[in-house]
C-alpha cells in the first residue's frame, strides 16, 4: 500500500493550488480518503476528506468555499483543488486513508503518504 502526494509549492496569497494523492496497492472506492494539513508545534489537523464510493466531500470551516476534493477511481488518485490560499495554509499536507469510512481523526487512518509542502506567501 502506498500513497503518494505531489502538487505542493510556493505560491503568493490569493494564488491556487492543485494536490494530488496517487494510492496503489488497494481499491480507491473501498477506502475514505483525507487531506491533512500540519505545522511544527501543531497538532496534525483534517483539511478535507471524501468517501469516494459515493463522493461525499468533507471539510473543514477554515477552507469550505475555498478548497474543493475529488476523486478519479480510474487512476486511483484524489485531489485537492485549492484556492484562495492564505499564509495560515501553509503547512505540510498529508493524504491518508481508511476503509470505507471517513473520519477526521489523524489517529482513524491506516495509511500515509509522506506530505507535501504547501508555502503561502503574504
Not at 502538487?7 to 494523492?21: D, P, R
Not at 468533507?58 to 483543488?81: C, E, M, W
Amino acid at each position: 500500500v502506498q500513497l503518494v502526494e505531489s502538487g505542493g509549492g510556493l505560491v503568493q496569497a490569493g494564488g491556487s493550488l492543485k494536490l494530488s494523492c496517487e494510492v496503489s496497492g488497494f481499491r480507491l472506492d473501498d477506502y475514505a480518503i483525507a487531506w491533512f494539513r500540519q505545522v511544527p508545534g501543531k497538532e496534525r489537523e483534517v483539511v478535507s476528506g471524501i468517501s469516494t464510493r459515493d463522493g461525499t466531500a468533507y471539510y473543514t470551516d477554515s477552507v469550505k468555499g475555498r478548497f474543493t476534493i475529488s476523486s478519479d477511481t480510474a487512476k486511483n488518485t484524489v485531489h485537492l483543488q485549492m484556492k484562495r490560499l492564505q499564509p495560515e495554509d501553509t503547512a505540510l499536507y498529508y493524504c491518508a486513508a481508511r476503509w470505507f469510512r471517513y473520519s477526521d481523526f489523524w489517529g482513524e487512518y491506516d495509511y500515509w503518504g509522506r506530505g507535501t509542502q504547501v508555502t503561502i506567501s503574504s
